[in-house]
């Protein structure tokens, strides 16, 4: 009996893992979601819908956009950590996401723990902008006009601990500057109160600043990144510009619940870097402001790790607290 039980289970075994990679070979056999903790019109989710009508073409299979914003990103970034790791499920999230933990007490998730990386979608440079009333042409008439009203000066921001906030705190720090920081339920009022006036300055991604800078409704005066931006090649880089040091760069990566299955997520990696080289996709991104990136999961793993010491670290000096 002990033997009949012993081969019993064993053929259970077998059968389950046949099940299970029946299923995994057949992934996506339903539609897909792609969870966007962010209101409609950002970066994030202009990066999602791009995404999903080229893997939805490329899989077959439907890969639908769900915006599931509030508490500063965190209920659909913690709708997704909460869903079954069987790959329909997915989140689309901007680099905010490795900032969270440092300054909302709320965040509870541990992104390395709670989350298998895919790839690192997309990166597009934060770029300075002010309401083109300001007497402000260049990134030192700005610091030199900030230093001269300490205070005085503020700048919008899509929340606490946002990407655009801790953009502007790391400028902040290293060029010595004394602002007010107002905090705004997401990048599309913060861009509206700057373009109205209400506010003087924001640091925001090129995909959300591009058109409204082209427009003449704001002001570019640096872009965040290593490089120029050749969608914007007048504005130089913060640190060209004369802030030594300085690197801010917005990216938007795709994630899966952890424990998704290694098949599953290897299947969605490729697809996701297949798409990202077309060049209708790759076209598109960069008419607004974007890189196509697609690396592995290994090497986004691996950038998610500098990213959260970074702005840990740049919390502290804010003196931001959870």
């Known amino acids: 009996m002990p033997a009949m039980r012993a081969i019993l289970t064993a053929l259970c075994c077998l059968a389950l893992c046949g099940n299970a990679t029946l299923a995994q070979s057949d992934y996506p056999s339903r539609p897909v979601r792609l969870i966007v903790p962010a209101e409609a019109g950002g970066g994030t989710d202009t990066t999602a819908r791009v995404l999903a009508e080229q893997l939805s073409r490329s899989i077959g299979q439907q890969f639908v956009v769900e915006n599931r914003s509030g508490a500063g990103q965190l209920i659909g970034i913690d709708l997704v950590a909460r869903t079954p790791n069987d790959g329909y499920t997915l989140l689309v999230a901007a680099s905010t996401i490795t900032i969270l933990p440092a300054t909302n007490k709320n965040a509870k998730y541990d992104l390395l723990r709670d989350f298998a990386p895919i790839s690192l979608l997309v990166a597009a440079p934060p770029v300075l902008v002010v309401n083109p009333s300001l007497p402000i042409h260049s ?176 919390a502290r000096a804010a003196k931001i607290q959870p």
């Open 139 to 314: 990134l030192k008439e700005f610091i030199a006009a900030v230093k001269a009203k300490p205070g005085e000066f503020n700048f919008g921001s899509a929340g606490v601990g946002t990407q655009p906030h801790m953009a502007m705190e790391l400028l902040k720090e290293l060029a010595g500057l004394d602002m007010q920081h107002i905090s705004y339920k997401g990048v599309a009022p913060a861009m509206t109160d700057i373009i109205a006036g209400r506010v003087s300055s924001m640091m925001v991604n090129v995909l959300s600043a591009k058109s409204q800078i082209e427009g003449g409704k704001l002001r570019g005066l640096a872009i965040s990144g290593t490089k120029r931006f050749a969608g914007l090649p007048d504005l130089p880089t913060v640190a060209e510009a004369g802030v030594p040091g300085y690197e801010a760069l917005q990216w938007f990566g795709l994630f899966a619940p952890a424990g998704t299955p290694a098949p599953i997520v290897a299947r969605l990696h490729k697809a996701a870097a297949e798409a990202l080289k077309t060049p209708e996709m790759s076209n598109r991104l960069a008419a607004d402001g974007a890189e196509a990136i697609g690396n592995s999961p290994a090497e986004f793993a691996e950038l998610i790790k500098l990213e959260l010491e970074k702005w840990a670290k740049v």
